[in-house]
């Protein structure tokens, strides 16, 4: 008897591939994101026909880095603000679903990105957080519902945007 | 030789199901979504640590009863929308990559909703479009930095959305 959760397999498949002459290393670091591009495969090229209208599209994409290890990781601490001069003590344990840590059990990203041109079926973008090589699942039109006005934030949550707004200079960091 | 996609497979698995006692037809009428549930299956309990401070969540889940036909789909129009008096002449045909449909190479929606309360791993909900029994694979908080604020979008879009406010009296529906 396995979890009701183990016991069913979803197949999904690449439907194009992230490209970035940046490194893994500075795609890590970035703060704003880099350039590239995303690819669609030859027999998805219908798929993206009126797409060069929006400003920003919805990558999803599978985090191929991620290993079976660190898809088992349930609680973790928003590390990446080491870099912005965070301590681990300023750093709650929380659950995965309550971070955006690629470690998670379904490596799943979410990434919004700013389409510069579209050229038949390759995407010029900005603001690219994925590493090169990266599977692409699905693309989605960025559209106004998206943007939710009346947020709400933990308390934790909002005094790591103050440190690293305080540390960083930027007004609402990304954690 | 095979395309390049199909190659390679990716499996992922459900971290938990949406429960709500609408019908599929009512979720799919509806315009500012049902109330619901979604429970976390044992095992990744605790992900949802620390969870109940955000107002909205990110649902990433797997459209299961979308066909190995409609899989296949490229090109779309958001019929949808017919619903709300446009004709059909009024829609034009885009990528799938362009739209919301749920009928796309890899079904997988992403929904933002309101978090209610949580109790344990069960997380009460309201604003959700997805039907009873939808396999959950992956949450995410909403954080600020995912609305984005200078969206554009193509002229064909804008024409729409002023169709469906005037017929529904929604200021900025959702398409």
Redo the contacts between chains.
């Keep these: 008897v396995g979890?009701?959760?183990?016991s069913?397999?979803?197949?999904?498949?690449?439907?194009?591939?992230v490209h970035t002459p940046f490194t893994d290393q500075a795609v890590k670091t970035t703060l704003t994101g880099v350039e590239g591009t995303i690819e669609?495969?030859?027999?998805?090229r219908?798929?993206?026909?009126?797409?060069?209208?929006?400003?920003?599209?919805?990558v999803?994409a599978?985090l191929?880095q991620v290993s079976p290890t660190q898809r088992h990781v349930?609680?973790v601490r928003y590390r990446r603000l080491l870099r912005f001069g965070l301590h681990l003590a300023d750093l709650?344990?929380?659950?995965?679903?309550?971070?955006?840590s690629p470690h998670?059990?379904?490596p799943?990203a979410?990434s919004?990105v700013t389409l510069v041109q579209r050229v038949n079926r390759v995407l010029h973008v900005t603001g690219l957080d994925l590493f090169n090589g990266t599977?692409v699942?699905?693309?989605?039109?960025?559209?106004?519902?998206?943007?939710?006005?009346?947020?709400?934030?933990?308390?934790?949550?909002q005094a790591l945007e103050r440190q690293v707004a305080e540390n960083t200079g930027i007004e609402?960091?990304?954690?």
């Design positions: 979890s009701p959760s183990a069913r397999s979803i197949v999904v498949h690449p439907i194009g591939v669609v495969y030859q027999e998805f219908e798929g993206v026909k009126a797409l060069e209208g929006f400003s920003h599209i919805i999803v599978f191929n349930l609680r709650p344990e929380v659950g995965v679903f309550s971070s955006d998670r059990p379904n799943i979410i919004i599977p699942l699905d693309l989605k039109p960025y559209t106004p519902d998206r943007a939710v006005v009346d947020v709400r934030l933990p308390a934790w949550y609402r960091p990304r954690l």
